[in-house]
């Protein structure tokens, strides 16, 4: 209490402090004011700067942590303080307990108040931290109202009543939006958001089930225990006595009728029935919840499989329908199913599609930069273009016995491992002559298109999967798409490639002398297309523009020869009229004579 006590008045102060208007800071200057200024005026300005760094931010841990403090306050109101209104052999036993509990509550509700005075919000994605802003939308709020009806001293009533009475205490019930808070940060923070939300319902269910068996037997004790079927019974008689078997049985009747088995008693007076009748309703609503929400649930958590069955069975059809032989059925099946075990069977770009570019960069960058780094024409390469490269990674996964690439082959991508071992066999698919690892690449010099390369762009042996193997694949097309926009890192590329080609003892050095004036003429060509291509845009738009342009021009001119034509119209109609005095307007005659 203490505590709570002085942030309340450090609060109050602060308050008072800023609705002071400029007449509250108007003050009479004398030397010994200004000694006393001088004297203070540092410390103050300290102190205050610091108050003013105590903004609570609602997506920080400590937030969070101290939701968790509040809602374990606000279930011990929900749950004990309705039970000691009605039990009062659970009231009278532990009172001296239940007081420090009762008073650690409000000492929480009270500081609650105090940071939620303190939490910021988000305005146009900036953090709020303006004080008066803080205290202005808070209080406009409904949250406010609870929360001020919650801490307001009930229990003052002790004094007259006695401190048997924790009904003065309910107030304290109206805390929940605290605890809703909590729950719904913590399905946004878990990992398993089904399962906590089956959790979430399961409490609600047994607060309501606690509350009806309290109020069951506050009933049986205003009616009196044991005066008919229905109430509690009588509680001298065995089994009935002690407070664990009276709220058990409370427990057990509450939960019978809200699940609407029945099979108790039928009430007898007119309150039990209309109690009963409550009961059920509440009942029935219960049991549509707990359907609704669980099966909505169980769909979402199987939602996933059930796509990818669907897929499996599309596969399966399919090759039922060509005819597939059973050994390649075999396999694809058991891709699947390596898929599935793995946690491999979800699309990365179908899942990351609904992000912004920015941050699907930066998880790219997260899961793939440090494995593109090890690639060896990659390392010190520039950020950006690295950024580049790792958006355009493709995990791609090989089943045991799988080519990866054979001999001869053209070379369009290269490979990083992920997971899994690869073999470089000879042709004849047993022996082997290498073993690669995770963290290993191959491919990388065929995809740079190096002028004098022995190699040229084809693969220079066969590399097969050993079993399930996890690789990333980056293609030729993709890498010539980044580089185009890091002109020097392409530069740098390819003669970091001539060097290890060159340590290799595979660069053709006259080859390369040829093929460097032929890539002259290339880019020579290459550039020329573009202008062209940029001239054929360009003219194409002149064009668009002079067609619309003749088209506006030709609207005029027959709007124009449209009024010149209305014009002269009506100048022969006047003509017409003055050359003939005799025609005379049919609504003035001439008068008889």
């Given at each position: ?9 450090v ?26 200024d ?39 109101n ?11 052999e ?62 307001l ?126 009961d ?23 939602a ?21 032989s059973?050994?390649l ?15 491999k069977?979800v ?24 494995t ?13 273009l ?34 899994g ?6 042709d ?24 004098g ?23 030729k ?12 890192a ?6 970091r ?26 880019e ?70």
């Amino acid at each position: 209490m203490a505590v709570s006590g002085s942030l309340i008045l450090v609060f109050v102060r602060t308050v008072r402090s800023k609705d002071d208007g400029p007449a509250g800071r108007e003050r009479s200057v004398s030397p010994q004011s200004v000694s006393e200024d001088q004297l203070g005026g540092g410390n103050r300005e300290s102190r205050e700067k610091k108050w003013d760094l105590f903004v609570v931010s609602p997506s920080d841990d400590v937030y969070y942590r101290w939701l968790f403090v509040i809602a374990l306050a606000v279930l011990y109101n929900w749950f004990l303080v309705v039970a000691r209104a009605c039990f009062d052999e659970l009231q009278v036993s532990n009172y001296i307990c239940w007081l420090v509990l009762d008073y650690l509550s409000d000492a929480l509700y009270i500081t609650d108040t105090c940071v939620r005075l303190r939490t910021g919000f988000l305005e146009q994605g900036l953090l709020v931290k303006d004080h008066a802003k803080l205290r202005d939308s808070y209080i406009r709020t409904l949250q406010f109202k609870l929360d001020l009806l919650s801490i307001l001293p009930t229990d003052l009533g002790y004094i007259s009543t006695g401190i048997h009475t924790p009904q003065l205490r309910f107030n304290r019930l109206l805390r929940f939006p605290r605890m809703f808070e909590f729950f719904d940060r913590t399905e946004t923070r878990t990992n398993y958001p089904n399962i906590f939300r089956i959790c979430n319902l399961v409490l609600y269910i047994l607060v309501i089930i606690h509350w009806n068996a309290c109020i069951f037997y506050a009933i049986s004790k205003s009616l009196g225990f044991g005066s008919d079927t229905w109430v509690f019974p009588n509680i001298s008689k065995p089994g009935y006595s002690t407070l664990t078997q009276s709220y058990v049985y409370c427990l057990y009747w509450s939960t019978l009728t809200l699940t609407t088995i029945g099979e108790m008693p039928p009430p007898v007076r007119d309150e039990e029935y209309v109690f009963v009748v409550f009961d059920f309703l509440v009942g029935v609503l219960i049991f549509a919840t707990i359907v609704g929400n669980v099966g909505s649930m169980i769909a979402n958590m199987n939602a996933t499989r059930a796509e990818f069955q669907a897929r499996i069975d599309a596969i399966k059809h399919y090759m039922h329908f060509r005819k597939v032989s059973r050994e390649l059925e075999t396999r694809v099946i058991k891709w699947f199913d390596y898929l599935w075990t793995n946690k491999k069977a979800v699309d990365e770009q179908e899942v990351l599609k609904n992000l912004p570019n920015k941050l699907r960069a930066e998880i790219a960058i997260n899961v793939h930069l440090e494995t593109l780094k090890k690639v060896r024409i990659f390392q010190d390469c520039e950020a950006g273009l690295l950024v580049e490269l790792v958006l355009k990674l493709r995990p791609q996964v090989f089943s045991p016995g799988d080519y990866i690439c054979r001999k001869g082959d053209i070379g369009k991508e290269m490979y990083i491992i992920k997971e899994g071992k690869l073999a470089v066999v000879a042709d004849d698919g047993v022996t082997q002559y290498a073993l690669l690892t995770a963290g290993s690449c191959f491919g990388e010099i065929s995809i740079l298109n190096i002028k004098g390369s022995k190699m040229g762009n084809r693969r220079t042996a066969n590399i097969r999967s050993l079993g399930y193997s996890d690789l990333f694949c980056l293609s030729k097309d993709d890498l010539m798409e980044a580089v185009t926009e890091y002109p020097d890192a392409k530069t740098v590329l390819e003669e970091r490639g001539r060097e290890i080609l060159m340590k290799e003892g595979l660069l053709d050095e006259n080859a390369q002398s040829g093929g460097l004036q032929k890539e002259d003429t290339e880019e020579k060509v290459e550039r020329l297309e573009s202008s062209l291509d940029t001239l054929q845009t360009r003219f194409a738009r002149l064009l668009s523009e002079y067609t619309h342009t003749q088209q506006r021009l030709k609207q005029r001119v027959t709007l124009l020869e449209h009024f010149l034509n209305q014009t002269d119209c009506c100048a022969e109609a006047n003509a017409r009229k003055q050359d003939d005095p005799l025609q005379q307007d049919p609504k003035n005659p001439l008068p008889e004579s």
